[in-house]
């Protein structure tokens, strides 16, 4: 009988390699993203011609008028590429904000706040506490663009090897919070003006006047983050660590860095300042008259604050960045400021690259009407089918989760969704909010991370691993994260079930459905 469920698993094993192999081949014969969105648009030109031709329309749902493909290659087509291919760039939401977003975060990133943070609170976590202190600062290195991949993942390894546990188990235990919880923070991050801005611009397709702040999706991504640290510390302590067993190889056990006094107390100040710019902050819309509350409404949602909501996050990297560094010394002055500055601006021009592309795709689309068109057929369809309401999100979601098992970047795949998708959920019955999509996106987006060799990271997850075993591979690293895989996705599928059925919004101007 053993024999056999022996024969068994070594065949079930060779399949998943096997499966894992294909993975790996197609994901590798994708273009670069820029290319990939350059194509696209070409086949967005060429695909307006032919619904042109062949009386592509629909009817608008909202005001009656009928929608009629906009033929890219006439001469008006053209004329209009032509003179708005910069506009188009400029124009295009997630590259203002990211941009702006980036000059808190690289102060904060180059005088060293972020890795400190990090440092501290997986050092001072309590024995008991230490796997979910891992998991829980994997959740905050979103804040930092690679903190997480570069420093917490091997800390997180070597931590565990330290205190007599296997090592595997705390990169494990760090990966399944850098990586399988993208989806979740305690905190705005820079991801979240790059996915609301493509929103916003899929959503204004159906309708021209609708805004997607970064923070749509915030209450939904701060329980989220209980829900990551509860779930990655159970399958880390009850599956991953048991299978590991104890770990036998020959790693010397490193000593880990302890935080000097003067990092500490720069940390300190750090946190006070972030505390008082919060309370500014919070001094310019609490209060009935508040500077920036709505002047005419009073509203808060719909105000000021809300719609320059990026200068706040800016606020709260740059001032407790710039505190640390002028404590710790990492920060002498302006000329420091500025390096830091131009460090993290240097490490932007591929995304700019990226940018410009993505964005003649989009704009293409839109002004091709074949979007609001396949939008309004294919709700039409969703709805004859019946496939509305929590049976839909579920499957948008498990579709999200497959893509990315094929192409890594976020933002890419969501200026590739988000105008077909958003719209298409904008128009059944009830009418999704875009923010409710986005948040389905992002739980697909995260969750398969861990088990995509397309994932930029992944081979520097290996190199890691390596260090405690040379055999370690891609397939030990794909065998040890799918728990964390399969158990993030049930959970996070329950939590949006909940939330739905509750009818809780998601963050700040961010309802599960459009009033009508």
């Given amino acids: 009988m053993k024999g056999f469920v022996g024969k068994i698993r070594a065949k079930a094993s060779k399949l998943f390699v096997r499966s894992l192999d294909y993975v790996e081949i197609i994901g590798n014969k994708l273009p670069h993203p820029a290319t990939l969105f350059l194509l696209l648009a070409v086949i967005v030109v060429i695909l307006s011609w032919l619904g042109h031709t062949l009386g592509a329309q629909a009817t608008h749902p909202v005001d009656g008028s009928v929608i009629e493909a906009r033929n890219l290659l006439s001469a008006d087509g053209i004329r209009w590429m032509y003179t708005n291919l910069i506009e188009n760039f400029l124009k295009f939401p997630p590259l203002g904000y990211v941009l702006v977003v980036m000059i808190g975060i690289g102060v904060a990133e180059g005088s060293g706040l972020f890795t400190t943070m990090i440092r501290s609170l997986v050092l001072s976590a309590p024995p008991k506490l230490i796997t979910g202190a891992i998991v829980l600062a994997g959740i905050?290195?979103?804040?930092?663009?690679?903190?997480?991949?570069?420093?917490?993942?091997?800390?997180?390894?070597?931590?565990?090897?330290?205190?007599?546990?296997?090592?595997?188990?705390g990169l494990a235990a760090a990966f399944a919070g850098v990586s399988g919880g993208f989806g979740a923070n305690f905190f705005i991050g820079s991801i979240d003006p790059v996915l609301a801005g493509i929103s916003q611009s899929a959503a204004q397709m159906i309708m021209p006047n609708i805004t997607v702040n970064p923070a749509v999706n915030y209450?939904?991504?701060?329980?989220?983050?209980?829900?990551?640290?509860?779930?990655?510390?159970?399958?880390?302590?009850?599956?991953?660590?048991?299978r590991l067993g104890k770990y036998e190889g020959t790693a010397?056990?490193?000593?880990?860095?302890?935080?000097?006094?003067?990092?500490?107390?720069?940390?300190?100040?750090?946190?006070?300042?972030?505390?008082?710019?919060?309370?500014?902050?919070?001094?310019?819309?609490i209060p009935e008259n508040g500077i920036f509350r709505d002047p005419e409404t009073k509203s808060v949602l719909h105000s000021p604050f809300f719609n320059g909501i990026i200068i706040a996050i800016l606020l709260m990297f740059f001032i407790?960045?710039?505190?640390?560094?002028?404590?710790?010394?990492?920060?002498?002055?302006?000329?420091?400021?500025?390096k830091?500055?131009?460090?993290?601006?240097?490490?932007?021009?591929?995304?700019?690259?990226?940018?410009?592309?993505?964005?003649?795709?989009?704009?293409f689309f839109n002004y091709s009407n074949l979007g609001i068109i396949f939008a309004i057929k294919g709700a039409h369809t969703l709805q004859s089918i019946g496939l509305t309401g929590i049976t839909l999100i579920i499957a948008f979601i498990l579709l999200s989760a497959f893509i990315n098992m094929f192409m890594g970047s976020a933002s890419?795949?969501?200026?590739?969704?988000?105008?077909?998708?958003?719209?298409?959920?904008?128009?059944?019955?009830?009418?999704?909010?875009?923010?409710?999509?986005?948040?389905?996106?992002?739980?697909?987006?995260?969750?398969?991370?861990?088990?995509?060799?397309?994932?930029?990271?992944?081979?520097?997850?290996?190199?890691?691993?390596?260090?405690?075993?040379?055999k370690y591979g891609i397939g030990t690293i794909i065998s040890t994260m799918i728990p964390y895989t399969v158990m993030l996705t049930l959970g996070w599928?329950?939590?949006?079930?909940i939330w739905m059925l509750i009818g809780l919004p998601l963050g700040p101007d961010g309802p599960l459905y459009i009033p009508m």
Wanted: hydrophobic share 55%.
């Fill in 412 to 470: 890419a795949k969501w200026a590739i969704m988000a105008p077909v998708f958003i719209p298409m959920l904008m128009l059944i019955d009830p009418p999704y909010h875009p923010g409710l999509t986005q948040a389905a996106f992002r739980i697909g987006d995260s969750v398969t991370n861990l088990i995509t060799p397309m994932m930029s990271y992944f081979a520097l997850i290996v190199t890691f691993a390596q260090k405690y075993d040379e």
């Fill in 252 to 285: 010397e056990k490193l000593p880990i860095e302890q935080l000097k006094p003067k990092e500490k107390k720069a940390l300190r100040w750090a946190g006070f300042s972030l505390l008082i710019t919060i309370a500014l902050l919070a001094l310019t819309v």
């Fill in 493 to 497: 599928i329950i939590l949006l079930i």
């Fill in 340 to 363: 830091y500055l131009g460090k993290s601006m240097s490490g932007m021009g591929g995304y700019i690259v990226l940018v410009f592309f993505a964005a003649q795709f989009v704009y």
């Fill in 219 to 242: 209450y939904f991504m701060f329980v989220s983050s209980f829900l990551v640290v509860i779930v990655g510390t159970w399958v880390t302590e009850r599956i991953v660590e048991p």
């Fill in 140 to 169: 905050l290195s979103h804040l930092a663009s690679e903190a997480g991949y570069v420093i917490l993942i091997p800390l997180g390894a070597m931590i565990f090897h330290a205190l007599g546990r296997h090592p595997m188990a």
């Fill in 320 to 338: 407790p960045g710039l505190v640390y560094g002028l404590i710790v010394g990492s920060i002498k002055s302006d000329k420091d400021v500025a």
